[in-house]
């Protein structure tokens, strides 16, 4: 932990609520939140469970990502630093995020940003002071992940982010992170890049958490962070085949060696004729694997192997 003296010097000192009541010292916290306007119950039990953190937030950062946005401070009684960003289209997840970001560098007074679903709900009222905490005693602390459970308390396997690990309760270093719940430095952002926009949906997390190992910070997944979200399928959006597809090949083609993309892929299609039950569902994933093959995917920035190397001891090479 460090001390107030020195977390004062590194510009680690809040106010707390409204600049009144508790002082906060580490790095400075924002929640940010991107919604479609079709869950406004669940937005509000939200931030109402922000609003209930023992440790405030410096700045909530709510994008409408489509849609127009209400008041929300004036309703749930939320501090005065709430942001709302209205976007007039949908830019998906990763777009939507990288709109709060880029709001959260121009009022430059946050070293953290907790992102939370907008159909999720903090439990616990020190979820913010934990997420301070473990940053402020790791400086190279990049992300950590959340875990993901449901109103009865399960998480689902494909939220533990260890390869065929089953006990989401066993944290540590990982080389992957849950979307619905997790924090970013801002340092490690604005050295790696924001979140791929052109992704959409799917696999945007792998993207970040492969730049992130490359640039050599480290990610971690803390399960005393509950993030509690309903149990949900990726299968419900009408795309997730097409896009899966599509983006996996476009995220090896940017991160990976070249020698290392066949084998990839060559994982993949095997798995997925294994797992995938429908034609229909197979049809649109070869369709959007085409897609990635043919269409440009952005900046290629190839991971060194000796990050290939990392990725595999702590149990997940990225041919898998």
């Not at 405030?56 to 709510?62: G, M, S, T």
């Not at 540590?172 to 619905?180: I, M, P, S």
């Not at 290392?260 to 039950?277: C, D, K, N, Q, S």
Request: charged share 25%; glycine share 12%; net charge neutral.
């Amino acid at each position: 932990m460090v001390g107030e003296a020195e977390a004062e010097a590194q510009g680690w000192v809040g106010s707390g609520w409204g600049g009144v009541g508790v002082v906060s010292v580490g790095p400075r916290i924002a929640v940010a939140v991107v919604t479609m306007g079709t869950r406004p119950q669940e937005v509000d039990a939200l931030l109402a469970s922000v609003a209930k953190q023992d440790v405030a937030p410096e700045r909530i950062v709510i994008v409408g990502n489509g849609c127009p946005l209400p008041e929300f401070a004036e309703r749930l009684g939320l501090p005065g630093e709430v942001t709302a960003v209205e976007v007039d289209e949908n830019l998906g997840c990763p777009g939507g995020r990288n709109v709060a970001l880029r709001r959260l560098r121009e009022l430059g007074d946050v070293d953290v940003v907790v992102e939370l679903d907008d159909d999720g709900l903090l439990v616990d009222p020190d979820v913010l002071r934990t997420v301070r905490d473990l940053y402020a005693a790791e400086p190279r602390l990049g992300i950590v992940g959340f875990r993901i459970a449901d109103e009865n308390g399960e998480t689902q396997r494909r939220h533990v982010p260890r390869l065929g690990a089953k006990d989401p309760l066993r944290g540590g270093e990982v080389t992957c992170f849950l979307g619905g719940g997790h924090a970013l430095s801002m340092e490690m952002l604005e050295q790696t890049g924001d979140w791929p926009a052109e992704f959409f949906f799917a696999h945007e997390e792998t993207d970040l958490a492969w730049r992130a190992a490359d640039a050599g910070w480290t990610i971690r997944y803390a399960p005393e962070l509950l993030l509690q979200h309903p149990k949900t399928s990726p299968a419900r959006h009408a795309i997730y085949h097409r896009v899966t597809a599509r983006n996996r090949v476009w995220l090896v083609r940017r991160r990976l060696p070249l020698p290392l993309v066949p084998v990839h892929l060559a994982v993949w299609i095997a798995l997925t004729l294994v797992r995938t039950r429908s034609v229909g569902g197979l049809r649109a994933w070869f369709g959007g694997f085409v897609e990635g093959v043919r269409t440009s995917a952005g900046e290629r920035r190839p991971m060194r192997w000796g990050t290939v190397w990392r990725l595999t001891r702590l149990g997940r090479p990225p041919v898998v």
